[in-house]
């Protein structure tokens, strides 16, 4: 699900990144490793990951091609297996809920093997790092106080009189409205389509507009709400992994990426995405910061 950018935009950036994509002489499909098209999902968390990829594989010396806010999983996965780009970054868990939507619980020790089992062919997922972002439910203090909510269960007795608000594509996932219904029992008043936990979304919560928003842990705007826990384990673990088309990888893309995810944390993620969101720092100029920091 993951956030940041207008609906409208959306639309219109993944009709040109896909076109860019296509057309690109130096597309995914060259299966040189080195020149390789790095993408990004349609939210700044991903694009500053994806940044972090891009530099550091080219001071690694592989030629990078950036094709950022591509748009959601429905949009870049199909991307990726047609070779219009080579590399993107991806959270395990809703990676697996979307390539499996009946797949349940899974636990965080069986997660790694069973989503390796069900990448597209032609896909590899290299090793992931501690950094996670996981999905959550947070409603505004008011609301929380008006219905004593603390928990995801804890709404279902007052689901029928609140509304959701998210992406439209929100509405189809199993961590989503149908993971909702199935293991919590929950079904709202409405549903708003908005963006995937970016700004309209956040802000259709603040204003009143909407009730009950699936957000992203590493938010900062999560301080002034209350996220309720997820007391039966809807929401998988969510550690970012670089997913590569086999035809483009290389040692040298390996070695790179890799040494990205054994210092890539949780907290590094809250940290630049509030030099982002709050600071107005380009993502260019995070990620960076970020690999000389980590003596990347």
Known sequence: MRRRILLTATLTTTSLALAGCSSSSDSGTTGSSSNVV????????????????????????????????????ETYIPALKDGSIGIIPDYQGALLS??????????????????????????????AAAAQDVNVLAVRRDTASKYGLTTISSLAPHASKLSEGSAPEW??????????????????????????????????????????????????????????????GLFLPQNIAPLVRASVNSSKITTALDAVSAKLTTDDLIDMNDKVSNEHQAIATVAKSWLKANNL
């Open 38 to 73: 790095v993408g990004s999902a349609n939210f700044s968390e991903s694009q500053l990951v994806a940044e972090i990829y891009a530099q550091q594989l080219e001071k690694a010396g592989v030629k990078v091609t950036r094709k950022f806010n591509i748009g959601s999983r």
């Open 98 to 127: 979307y390539l499996d939507p009946k797949v349940g619980h899974v636990t965080a020790s069986e997660l790694t093997s069973t989503l390796t089992s069900k990448l597209p062919k032609g896909v590899t997922m290299l090793k």
């Open 171 to 232: 509405k189809t996932r199993y961590e989503g409205v149908v993971g909702l219904k199935s293991v919590y029992g929950i079904t709202f008043k409405s549903f708003v389509p908005l963006d995937s936990a970016g700004p309209l979304t956040l802000a259709a919560l603040k204003n009143g507009q909407i009730d009950v928003a699936p957000l992203l842990s590493t938010d900062p705007a999560l301080k002034s709400l209350t996220v309720l826990k997820d007391d039966k």
